[in-house]
């Protein structure tokens, strides 16, 4: 199983981005994909997950603001994030669990500052 991120940067508060998780050895479309992330000096925390069948959670502190997202043929999930703030600045995983373990791309830095 392989999970490859891409899409982190550098933007100003309120600036967008965009996510990308290209899922490898997985059958995509059964499994729910999951975004965590983990600011400097905090614990890595559950951003939005999509179920399989395109059920959606976030937590508390991104709804409104970030969007997740899933193309099964392609096998990719997206996190689109909207009104950044400071507060965002973290590294970004992908994740997904299948076959008893859970998976983790590598991570991509997404970077909130004036």
């Known amino acids: 199983v392989q999970l490859q991120a891409s899409g982190g940067g550098s933007v100003q508060p309120g600036g967008s981005l965009r996510l990308s998780c290209k899922a490898r050895?997985?059958?995509?479309?059964?499994?729910?994909m999951n975004w965590y992330r983990q600011a400097p000096g905090k614990q890595r925390e559950l951003v939005a997950t999509?179920?399989?069948?395109?059920?959606?959670n976030y937590v508390d502190s991104v709804k409104g603001r970030f969007t997740i997202s899933r193309d099964n043929v392609h096998r990719m999930a997206y996190l689109q994030l909207e009104s950044l703030k400071p507060e965002d600045t973290a590294v970004y995983y992908c994740?997904?669990?299948?076959?008893?373990?859970?998976?983790w791309g590598q991570g991509t830095l997404v970077t909130v500052s004036s």
């Open positions: 994740n997904t669990f299948t076959r008893g373990s859970d998976y």
């Open positions: 050895g997985i059958n995509f479309n059964i499994h729910a």
């Open positions: 999509i179920t399989s069948a395109g059920g959606t």
